[in-house]
């Protein structure tokens, strides 16, 4: 029954579609065309972060810089104190090799040691050297006299007797006053200083003054400045009462520049 069913039922119209097929199937196209993107894009992928090797490369830069300034803030002063402390080690320890601790400093207040200079018959520098002459005829006389002595001397000569005493007389003085100074010495150890200086009353040239010890020291000493034509004085052997040096009353003594212009006679006597 079934197959004749089938059998009545035929075969389709036509298996082509029919227009009105068509038409619906141009339609939905359409729609589909017209009607665009989608109402909204998808969001986009996240981006990936830096990578971590980067930043870490740049973190080691950065302290690399750090480390450097504070090596060079640190270290170089430390460096130049190191350097400076060795030089001036240095230099203390040239200075202490230089200095010996052993052996006393040089003075001038001992004993002078003098060489024998014979008899004073002549006119004697009395910083030519440490003499000790025997009293003649001669004279005592400063450095360039008649021209200005040198500053900064000190010289000592010795006047020894060979009779009972010594006498000295002034043929010419003159000094920077209470500065350069002549000072005579007897065995006893007495001390009697002539420094130039005009004022009334004072000790002319051609004063003479007498010792009578064995021997007198001359010691003439002058500063750093203030030089002047300084002095020439006879030296004559033996001993005279009545010009002892006690009996003129003076333990120092200054001549009187007045009498200069006589030192040239005196000398050429």
Known sequence: MIMNVQQNAGAPDSIFPTKE???????IMNVQQNAGAPAYAPPPPPQAAPAPVIIQQQKSNTTCIVCTLVCVCCVVPIGIFIIMFVMAAAAVTNIASDIDFNTPPPTTDGPVIFTDGGTLNHYADICAADFEYTAGSG???????????????????????ASDGVTFEIDAFDTETNYDEVTFVNANNELYTFTGYSYAGGPQVGDRFSFSTSYVDVRFESDFMGEESGFSIRVIDGYEPANDITNLGYASRVINKEDLPEKEAKKNE
Do not use: F, H, W
């Open 139 to 161: 004279a005592l006389e400063s450095p360039n006299y008649p021209s200005n002595y040198p500053g900064n001397t000190d010289c000592t000569n010795r006047i020894g007797t």
């Open 21 to 27: 097929q068509v038409a619906n199937s141009k339609m």
